[in-house]
């Protein structure tokens, strides 16, 4: 997984510049509800007191169900409006839908959404189709935020840390507490508890799969690895984008490439950040259960963990920032293998090209032939990076893919229409 060829790496380096051009200036009109994908993006980075993942899967089971009510092609998520649906505009619901329920949770942010919203209308024609779509998105806005008043994402969870090998430290160069240690009590959108598809565990400190772990990472993730290609340098610096940002951007890539209409792209985005946002939460469950040490703080005290196979390097430290929060399993690695099931799910194959883009400089855009190849390199660019373990890069997505896999089979599936 860690060692794929440098000249295929480069030649599809290449392809992938060529192909990122071509798509941009392709001018591909998006839908109202992508834009509404992009709208909430916006507004949840201005927030950083919202976790963003779990908001954005808010606003796409609402733009959902309020065009699948007038629709009527896929299961119902949670919400059956009572506002008259006949003859209304999908459109005018999920602009709608998406407006109300984020100016409720965000009315900092008015203004912005103010404007969104009056551009979406302008290009709806006015009357009653309009009208009605409004009165839909409105009340399955109005439910699901009730739906989820109480589903624990505003929870105050202290965090204590421990002590000894294999118990997670603080990491530089903050050396700050763990982020969202509340994730983990969050009440799930499709799953049936956060612990539901927990992960297996890190191998035992003494074990020859936790040396092998170290040792790998301990030389291709250093900071001054002469191990590391050029090549595999940058896909661990290309996959350090904050999360959100980079799902979220390309996400929307992928969707208007494909010119979805707007009951399908109602579909794609709430299957998409519904595993996405359960995938997170259960990896937190994990995470915390687990607690384990970070590569930064393992390596320097590699003399500690009773493994005869590993050594410490005091002056060890990783290509990138190491996340401030437990080590197993990788976080990157539970979102990217919702995100692959999700695919294969929405388009009935793993064989789905996509160009993928990171706003990290120096990077380029990577195009992938498949869904596996995506979650291959995901893998391979938290070890790179040295901030995960290879064992827990691939406990990760075998975590996001169980998620992602349960959310296809019972959610926002299609329905057979009566005659």
């Given at each position: 997984?860690?060692?794929?060829?440098?000249?295929?790496l480069?030649?599809?380096?290449?392809?992938?510049?060529?192909?990122?051009?071509a798509?941009?200036?392709?001018?591909?009109?998006?839908?109202?509800?992508?834009?509404?994908?992009?709208i909430?993006s916006?507004?949840?980075?201005?927030?950083?007191?919202?976790?963003?993942?779990?908001?954005?899967?808010?606003?796409?089971?609402?733009?959902?169900?309020?065009?699948?009510?007038?629709?009527?092609?896929?299961?119902?998520?949670?919400?059956r409006?009572?506002?008259?649906?006949?003859?209304?505009?999908?459109?005018?619901?999920?602009?709608?839908?998406?407006?109300?329920?984020?100016?409720?949770?965000?009315?900092?942010?008015?203004?912005?959404?103010?404007?969104?919203?009056?551009a979406?209308?302008?290009?709806?024609?006015?009357?009653?189709?309009?009208?009605?779509?409004?009165?839909?998105?409105q009340?399955?806005?109005?439910?699901?935020?009730a739906?989820?008043?109480?589903?624990?994402?505003?929870?105050?969870?202290?965090?204590?840390?421990?002590?000894?090998?294999?118990?997670?430290?603080?990491?530089?160069?903050?050396?700050?507490?763990?982020?969202?240690?509340?994730?983990?009590?969050?009440?799930?959108f499709g799953?049936?508890?956060?612990?539901?598809?927990?992960?297996y565990?890190?191998?035992d400190?003494?074990?020859?799969?936790y040396?092998?772990?170290l040792n790998?990472?301990?030389?291709?993730?250093?900071?001054?690895?002469?191990?590391?290609?050029?090549?595999?340098?940058?896909?661990g610096?290309?996959?350090?984008?904050?999360p959100?940002?980079?799902?979220?951007?390309?996400?929307?890539?992928?969707?208007?490439?494909?010119?979805?209409?707007?009951?399908?792209s109602?579909?794609?985005f709430?299957?998409?950040?519904v595993?996405?946002?359960?995938?997170?939460i259960?990896?937190?469950?994990?995470?915390?259960?687990?607690?384990?040490?970070?590569p930064?703080?393992?390596?320097?005290?590699?003399?500690?963990d009773?493994?005869?196979?590993?050594?410490?390097?005091?002056?060890?430290?990783?290509?990138?920032?190491?996340?401030?929060?437990?080590?197993?399993?990788?976080?990157?690695?539970?979102?990217?293998?919702?995100?692959?099931?999700?695919?294969?799910?929405?388009?009935?194959?793993?064989?789905?090209?996509m160009?993928?883009?990171?706003?990290?400089?120096g990077?380029?855009?990577?195009?992938?032939n498949?869904?596996?190849?995506l979650?291959?390199?995901?893998?391979?660019?938290?070890?790179?990076?040295?901030?995960?373990?290879?064992?827990?890069?691939?406990?990760?997505?075998?975590?996001?893919?169980?998620?992602?896999?349960?959310t296809?089979?019972?959610?926002?599936?299609?329905?057979?229409?009566?005659?």
């Amino acid at each position: 997984m860690l060692h794929r060829s440098s000249s295929h790496l480069c030649r599809r380096a290449r392809v992938a510049v060529l192909v990122g051009l071509a798509v941009t200036s392709a001018a591909i009109k998006a839908d109202v509800v992508t834009d509404w994908d992009r709208i909430a993006s916006d507004v949840l980075v201005a927030n950083p007191t919202a976790h963003p993942f779990i908001h954005l899967a808010m606003t796409h089971v609402a733009m959902f169900d309020a065009v699948n009510a007038i629709d009527r092609g896929y299961s119902v998520y949670a919400i059956r409006p009572q506002a008259d649906t006949a003859g209304a505009s999908a459109q005018a619901a999920a602009a709608a839908a998406g407006y109300f329920l984020l100016s409720s949770l965000f009315p900092n942010q008015q203004g912005v959404l103010d404007s969104a919203y009056t551009a979406s209308l302008a290009a709806i024609p006015d009357g009653a189709a309009e009208t009605k779509g409004i009165a839909v998105g409105q009340e399955v806005a109005a439910k699901i935020i009730a739906l989820r008043a109480n589903d624990g994402r505003n929870s105050v969870v202290p965090y204590i840390f421990g002590s000894g090998p294999g118990v997670y430290q603080a990491t530089p160069p903050a050396f700050g507490p763990p982020i969202t240690p509340y994730l983990r009590f969050v009440t799930p959108f499709g799953l049936q508890r956060a612990d539901q598809f927990r992960a297996y565990g890190p191998p035992d400190l003494t074990s020859a799969q936790y040396a092998a772990d170290l040792n790998t990472v301990r030389e291709l993730g250093a900071a001054n690895s002469q191990k590391r290609t050029a090549i595999q340098t940058e896909i661990g610096r290309f996959h350090t984008e904050p999360p959100f940002g980079f799902w979220s951007r390309n996400l929307r890539t992928i969707a208007v490439e494909r010119n979805l209409d707007t009951a399908q792209s109602a579909r794609f985005f709430a299957l998409v950040h519904v595993a996405l946002a359960d995938s997170l939460i259960g990896c937190w469950d994990s995470k915390y259960y687990y607690n384990f040490w970070r590569p930064v703080t393992a390596i320097p005290a590699a003399d500690t963990d009773g493994n005869s196979a590993t050594e410490a390097d005091a002056t060890w430290l990783p290509l990138a920032t190491t996340p401030p929060h437990p080590e197993y399993p990788a976080a990157h690695g539970c979102g990217a293998g919702a995100v692959v099931e999700a695919l294969n799910g929405f388009f009935g194959t793993n064989k789905v090209r996509m160009t993928f883009t990171s706003t990290v400089a120096g990077t380029v855009p990577h195009v992938f032939n498949s869904t596996k190849e995506l979650s291959d390199e995901i893998m391979a660019a938290r070890v790179y990076g040295g901030m995960h373990f290879p064992t827990s890069a691939r406990h990760g997505v075998e975590l996001g893919r169980k998620v992602g896999k349960w959310t296809v089979k019972h959610y926002f599936q299609p329905v057979r229409r009566k005659n």
